[in-house]
């Protein structure tokens, strides 16, 4: 396994990528209110790669006024689960946050993610805030 990380907008993987964000792909999917995730110049993906096959990326830009680098998407294909790829892909993230001079790396989750809650727990983060959501 291989993991690389550039900007998102260089990135080779970056039309499989939003693709992937696009579909969903049956076990996730994206916040309803975001209909695409197209490549910028101002966010990062870290690749983890097997071979010329991507198994896993996490999507992540800088957030200079919370201090740290924003993990704003990560995703494992499911025959690559269970691997430790999501915990290379959190530890690039917080590698990135300190050579940056950040001492965090946040993200927001869904309460029901609990694979996710699983790996920040493992990785030693903490829950932080509660967001909420008012229909109007």
């Known amino acids: 396994m291989k993991v690389t990380t550039e900007w998102f907008n260089q990135c080779r993987f970056a039309e499989e990528i939003s693709a992937l964000f696009r579909a969903g792909r049956g076990d996730w999917a994206p916040p ?4 695409a995730l197209e490549p910028n110049a101002d966010m990062q993906v870290t690749v983890v790669t097997d071979g010329d096959r991507m198994i ?4 992540h830009y800088e957030a200079p006024q919370w ?7 990560l995703y494992v294909k499911p025959e690559a689960r269970r691997q430790g790829i999501g915990s290379l892909i ?8 300190r050579q940056k ?5 946040k993200l927001g ?24 959501q008012l229909s109007a």
């Open 109 to 132: 989750t869904m309460p029901t993610n609990d694979r996710m809650h699983a790996l920040m727990a493992r990785a030693g983060a903490t829950q932080f805030a509660i967001y909420y």
């Open 101 to 105: 001079g950040h001492t965090s790396v």
């Open 67 to 73: 201090h740290c680098e924003f993990l704003y998407l």
């Open 32 to 35: 309803r209110e975001i209909d």
């Open 90 to 97: 959190v530890s690039r993230c917080a590698e990135i946050a």
């Open 56 to 59: 896993g990326f996490g999507v």
